[in-house]
């Protein structure tokens, strides 16, 4: 599961996330994922094995849409993870893809998910325009 799409689209995913990391200083990481959960765009380091972390991504929100779906709901809209070394936030995209970010411990989860769900509608022009969504 590599990161794909055209390098325009990866270019300007790649200027979405690091806007929103910007904007929203608690987010360690994030990335976002198609609709078909292909990893399309990542802000995590070159040590990171991408292949791997949109794997688990994608079936994190693979089983989050199943479990919605099991209790009458049509998708999820958003997640949260909480664990001792921080959280892990999505918010769904209208294609079902979906945006991913990590915070640390301390982090204002409630702002982060909030700069998330603004920068969603530029996640989605990117992809409308690059033809990814």
Do not use: F
Not at 62 to 91: F, M, W
Not at 104 to 110: E, S, Y
Request: include cysteine.
């Amino acid at each position: 599961m590599a990161e794909r799409g055209g390098a325009g689209t990866r270019e300007e995913l790649d200027r979405v996330l690091a806007d929103l990391r910007a904007l929203s200083e608690d987010i360690e990481s994030c990335a976002v994922l198609s609709g078909e959960r292909d990893l399309l765009s990542s802000s995590h380091g070159p040590g990171v094995d991408r292949e791997r972390v949109g794997a688990m991504l994608a079936a994190l929100v693979n089983l989050s849409e199943k479990v919605a779906r099991e209790n009458g709901k049509d998708h999820t809209s958003q997640l949260r993870i909480d664990t001792e070394g921080g959280h892990l936030l999505v918010v769904r995209l209208d294609d079902g893809g979906a945006l991913v970010a990590t915070t640390g411990p301390d982090a204002r989860v409630g702002l982060v998910l909030y700069d998330m769900r603004n920068s969603r509608g530029e996640v989605e022009k990117v992809l409308a325009e690059g033809g990814e969504g």
